[in-house]
């Protein structure tokens, strides 16, 4: 590649880069300014809205809750559709389609519709066996199927699951150490994904918990807003904040092997060489 | 030098049937190794070989039919109770894993001490040739490499049996063929009675001590290289393995008459009539025509393919063209162009089967 088609090049990532940058953090920015502003327009900047975070019980309850809710999911959703995937893939691949449509399907259900459907079980629920807010981790698991299976579709898609699987078979291995052996640390990227994507989902939650008469960390923030605006635009920014350092956890976990050096041509004693997946996106140039 | 796996065990199967959906992949597959040997089974795809090979390793159920390990029933066992040791077609290692980890990984499962997983993966990276490597990625491994390793992971719990499930078919020519003698190398050295699929018939005639040759499910014939490729039992081994000319003929009083020419009948009980024969291009040699009367096995030089020792001259007879395999030196008198009488060596001879549109297995 010329210099100036690889400046070119760099010049359209940069670009690319801040207009995206831009359309995700002038909100976010704005967002902050309003929640440091005081009462009145010549007022000094205060962090009384976020400091009133931590003096809002059922603020710090619902978030408490909403972690609980996500982790529960989260796990609740790879205990059910991780090993029915790799099932699928490895002994019944016919019914792969089956299984994608049913997965998908909640993406095409409007939430209210569904809240319909499910308040009457809820409520069954809620006199008979328990009223606790975490039981709304069996809808939520629902609702974070279509986002969860694709992530884990793709990492098990990037794996030939049913050679690796009969490799450790013929070795000795048993379903349960093909699964936490070899499946599970091949496909951790996947998984982190599915999981962050539950995670953002469940903490995004509002209609559900709202409809259903519970109180997670969205429907607080909207009874904090009713009271001080300030506040619960904070929450909302803190939330924000959280999901991304999620992001940046998973960039750093999921950092791509390199794969494209192979052993003939590589001279004794070079290691590989991984570039972080953040230098590659703001286009530093390959050395 | 490493602990080897001693002595192979004798592996008999008997009568094995699979059937896909109505569709019989394996259809009564009898067949025995003797310890230690290494046997190839060779045939076109969907002939079942590969089928033979998973019910053998217990990636799959037989219908019917049984697979014994020196005298012991594994049919019902599966796969990780085998004690089998198997390389696949496509790379197998486990990618999060160092080449060392993964010689480790059978090993660990047979609770092997970590000292002794990493003195015996230390050992058979070594038998492979890839000590070096044992602390690559498979991913920083080649081809050749990745299938040493799986070679020596399969090896490292001393299998009762070793499969090679064409484990060479992914790597380019020149890799083949070293890593063919270096399997054949190993297997010699640690004893292992082997079977080995593939659809190669020279991998197959080169590395096997017997060469089974499959077709639709059944096998056609088992028997040493030599005997395969010299002596075939019937007309599909015949054409499947190595080159072969038919030509038409007559049948009669036990022999097959080939343009003036009467060949012997490898199967004596075949009908009189018309027919085709087989005959290997080895058997066909040339002599100088010059411009003599046409005849029956007169023709043209075609096309002449120097294939180092020896060459394959390419003959139109008019009606027909046939193959001679000769030293490279008396082709070289037959360029293209050239008139030449063909002589036909009197060895027995196959008749083609019959023709039949192709079943998928």
């Known amino acids: 590649m010329s210099r100036s088609r690889r400046i070119k090049l760099q010049v359209f990532r940069a670009t690319i880069f801040i207009l995206l940058g831009a359309f995700f953090l002038v909100p976010i920015g704005t967002m902050f300014e309003f929640s440091t502003r005081g009462n009145s327009v010549t007022s000094p900047r205060t962090m009384e809205a976020w400091a009133a975070i931590f003096r809002e019980p059922d603020l710090m309850k619902a978030i408490g809750v909403s972690l609980e809710l996500a982790v529960i999911t989260s796990v609740g959703m790879l205990v059910l559709l991780l090993p029915t995937m790799v099932w699928v893939r490895l002994r019944l691949p016919q019914v792969h389609r089956i299984v994608e449509f049913l997965c998908l399907l909640p993406l095409t259900i409007p939430a209210i519709a569904l809240v319909v459907g499910v308040a009457p079980l809820y409520h069954w629920i809620e006199i008979n066996v328990t009223d606790s807010i975490l039981i709304l981790s069996f809808v939520y698991l629902i609702i974070v199927l279509p986002y969860s299976y694709r992530a884990l579709d793709a990492g098990l898609s990037a794996i030939d699951i049913k050679t690796l699987s009969e490799a450790a078979r013929s070795l000795g291995a048993g379903w349960g150490t093909v699964m936490f052996r070899v499946i599970v640390p091949n496909m951790s990227t996947a998984l982190l994904n599915a999981c962050l994507l539950s995670v953002a989902v469940v903490l995004g939650e509002f209609t559900f918990a709202q409809l259903l008469y519970f109180e997670n960390l969205q429907v607080a923030i909207s009874y904090v807003g009713l009271v001080s605006a300030g506040t619960s635009i904070a929450v909302s920014v803190a939330s924000l904040i959280f999901a991304f350092m999620l992001l940046m956890i998973l960039s750093f976990f999921g950092r791509p092997r390199e794969r494209e050096v192979r052993g003939e041509e590589m001279l004794p004693g070079t290691e590989s060489r991984v570039l972080p997946l953040r230098n590659s996106f703001i286009g530093v140039p390959d050395k | ?361």
Do not use: W
Request: hydrophobic residues 45%.
């Open chain 2, 1 to 361: 030098m490493m602990a080897t796996a001693g002595a192979g065990v004798e592996v008999r199967l008997e009568d094995l049937r699979r059937s896909y959906a109505g569709v019989t992949a394996l259809d009564g597959l009898s067949l025995t190794m003797a310890p230690g040997e290494l046997v190839a089974l060779l045939g076109p795809s969907g002939c079942g070989k590969t089928t033979a090979m998973r019910l053998v390793a217990g990636l799959e159920e037989a219908n019917s039919g049984r697979v014994m390990f020196g005298g012991k029933d594994v049919t019902g066992l599966p796969a990780n109770k085998r004690d089998v040791g198997m390389v696949f077609q496509a790379y197998s290692l486990f990618p999060h894993m160092t080449a060392q980890q993964n010689v480790a990984f059978g090993l660990s499962l047979h609770k092997v001490g970590a000292a002794e997983q990493k003195k015996r993966s230390g050992e058979m990276l070594e038998l492979v040739g890839l000590s070096k490597y044992a602390n690559r990625y498979a991913h920083q491994l080649s081809g050749g490499q990745q299938q040493r390793v799986a070679l020596a992971r399969a090896l490292a719990i001393q299998p009762t049996v070793l499969l090679l499930d064409e484990p060479l078919s992914a790597l380019d020519a020149k890799v083949r063929s070293r890593l063919r003698d270096e399997i054949r190398r190993v297997q010699l050295e640690v004893g292992t009675t082997t079977l080995f699929v593939t659809h190669d018939q020279e991998e197959a005639l080169a590395i096997a001590d017997r060469v089974g040759v499959m077709n639709a499910g059944r096998l056609e014939q088992l028997d040493s290289p030599v005997a395969i490729y010299s002596r075939p039992a019937t007309p599909f081994v015949a054409e499947f393995v190595g080159l072969t000319n038919r030509i038409p003929g007559t049948v009669k009083f036990g022999m097959v008459e080939v343009r003036g020419t009467e060949l012997p009948l490898v199967q004596h009980d075949t009908p009189t009539g018309p027919a085709t024969a087989l005959v290997r291009p080895e058997a066909v040699s040339l002599a100088s025509e010059g411009d003599s009367v046409p005849g029956p096995l007169i023709g043209t030089v075609i096309a002449v393919a120097f294939l180092g020792a020896t060459s394959r001259v390419t003959v139109d007879l008019g009606d027909i063209v046939v193959l001679a395999q000769l030293p490279t030196a008396e082709a070289s008198a037959h360029p293209a162009g050239t008139r030449v009488r063909l002589a036909i060596r009197p060895d027995p001879v196959l008749i083609a089967r019959e023709e039949k549109a192709p079943v998928e297995a």
